[in-house]
């Protein structure tokens, strides 16, 4: 009962925040339940149009960060119009991985209202992930 409850009162509190931007004219932000493609030429565009955005700097190589792809999936459908996830390759994708100093993968890049307040580096469970994430929301 107490996850029907939870998943009740996200959807409430997406339907008011919606309400109240039509109210203000302000245009309505689409929160995709699952991670977009993030590029050098998109990464931007991302930062600036959602107030959180979470970042997961990757490889196709890297072990860990297949590992943790199903967390990130399911964080995306349970932060659904709160948080918006990206997936970055980093191997396509040097100019963002120089800019943000991407050394090691996975790298989670957390961005909150244009700007990056954290950083997390290695395969973390998804706990720790969440409670991360959690702290930037309104």
């Known amino acids: 009962m107490d996850e029907l409850d939870e998943i009740r009162r996200k959807k409430l509190e997406e339907l008011k925040r919606e309400l109240a931007a039509r109210s203000q004219g302000t245009p309505t932000i689409e929160y995709p339940d699952r991670p977009v493609l993030v590029t050098d030429s998109s990464i931007d565009a991302g930062i600036r149009q959602y107030p959180v955005f979470v970042v997961d700097c990757w490889a196709e190589w890297c072990g860990p960060c297949r590992a943790i792809a199903p967390v990130i999936d399911e964080m995306a459908r349970e932060l659904k119009g709160r948080v918006v996830f990206g997936k970055l390759n980093v191997d396509q994708n040097p100019l ?28 973390y469970p998804k706990q720790i992930l969440m409670s991360r994430v959690r702290k930037y929301l309104d």
């Open 96 to 123: 963002t991985s120089r800019k943000y100093g991407i050394t090691a993968i996975p790298t989670l890049l957390v961005f909150r209202n244009g700007r990056l307040v954290d950083r997390l580096v290695g395969a």
